[in-house]
């Protein structure tokens, strides 16, 4: 459900965790108190949930820290400032993907970055509804133009991308002075992981020319803090950077700012690197080489031991003859069902 204007503005009030008073809440936004009562049952509604406690007053149930233009660009490097053509926050979008796609096709600018408290319709791949509660996590989405090559250019960019995600976890979970950041790692082909549950996913829709310029949608979603009640429709196992940090508070802009220091110059690099210059680290990260998996193609599926990624970033299965074979695209399972 998209918020009113008055209660986007309790939303702020409450985002620190807590107790406002309904005579506060009232005056500040120049309604009563009953309507104060009617704009919280909206926000429960909407899976925000809050206490209410007679004389204290109300606050909701976990503080918030909402995206703030200002404080990510305090985090941002010079040089992924300089790559950056424009920086948006929505409040309420169908998907950061799909607006990006949009505002490519109306030729907008290449370092568009859109950043979202929540989407209405995110996506994974293969049309997947992504799970995404209002303020909790990251969802993010980056239109980057490539000049040179064509599509071929930029084959492997996904994998480069968990690259730069997984260096991003690692430089935040250090300020952080913690080491959690350690345990997380990377699925083939696009998704981040962290002991067997998914933490992230990254989606990529390209547009253009076979050999020549082509436009590309880099988007990320990214468990912060996933309520368990909106968790229920998610039939994978997942888990969040709240769980793996032990509950420790982490700030959203920190890690927004800290996520695009690390992308931004891997993708306005890759064209003349390549996925060549992201093997090794990717193979460290590889949290598939070694298990028996199942490989799902459409309605094959191809049973063997993951043997890692090849030089050219496709997925290396070895089958129960003892050959092995090289895999461009599917999904791989731990069990008998896709992840």
């Not at 303020?135 to 690259?163: D, E």
């Not at 996913?201 to 590309?216: F, K, M, N, R």
């Not at 996933?226 to 982490?250: N, S, V, Y």
């Not at 590889?286 to 890692?308: H, M, N, P, W, Y």
Request: aromatic share 8%; with cysteine.
């Amino acid at each position: 459900m998209l918020f009113s204007d008055k209660q986007k503005k309790i939303i702020t009030l409450l985002a620190d965790g807590e107790f406002h008073s309904g005579p506060e809440l009232a005056l500040i936004l120049g309604i009563s108190r009953a309507a104060i009562c009617k704009q919280l049952r909206g926000l429960s509604e909407a899976g925000l949930q809050h206490s209410a406690v007679r004389g204290k007053g109300y606050r909701l149930d976990k503080p918030l820290e909402l995206l703030a233009q200002s404080k990510i660009e305090a985090i941002l490097s010079d040089q992924s400032r300089a790559l950056i053509s424009a920086l948006e926050i929505h409040d309420h979008i169908n998907s950061t993907n799909t607006y990006l796609v949009e505002r490519s096709r109306n030729n907008a600018s290449s370092g568009f970055v859109c950043f979202a408290e929540h989407q209405t319709a995110g996506k994974g791949r293969r049309g997947r509804q992504w799970v995404s509660p209002y303020g909790g996590n990251i969802y993010l989405s980056i239109l980057w133009r490539f000049q040179q090559g064509g599509l071929a250019s930029i084959s492997g960019l996904s994998l480069a991308i968990g690259v730069a995600v997984i260096r991003a976890l690692r430089q935040y979970f250090s300020f952080s002075g913690t080491d959690a950041g350690m345990d997380i790692g990377l699925k083939w082909p696009n998704d981040i992981y962290s002991q067997d549950k998914k933490l992230g996913g990254i989606l990529i829709e390209v547009s253009g020319e076979t050999d020549g310029p082509c436009a590309a949608v880099i988007g990320l979603g990214l468990n912060l803090f996933l309520p368990e009640t909106q968790a229920q429709a998610i039939t994978r196992a997942w888990t969040d950077l709240t769980k793996i940090a032990g509950q420790q508070p982490l700030g959203r802009n920190a890690l927004a700012g800290t996520l695009l220091n690390q992308l931004l110059p891997v993708i306005a690099g890759f064209e003349a690197a390549g996925i060549k210059a992201y093997l090794d680290e990717w193979r460290n990260h590889d949290c598939l080489k070694g298990q028996s998996a199942t490989l799902f193609i459409g309605t094959r599926q191809v049973e063997g031991i993951i043997e890692g990624i090849n030089d050219n970033g496709l997925l290396m299965i070895k089958q129960p003859d003892g050959s092995v074979q090289a895999y461009a695209s599917g999904e791989v399972s731990f069990n008998s069902s896709p992840l």
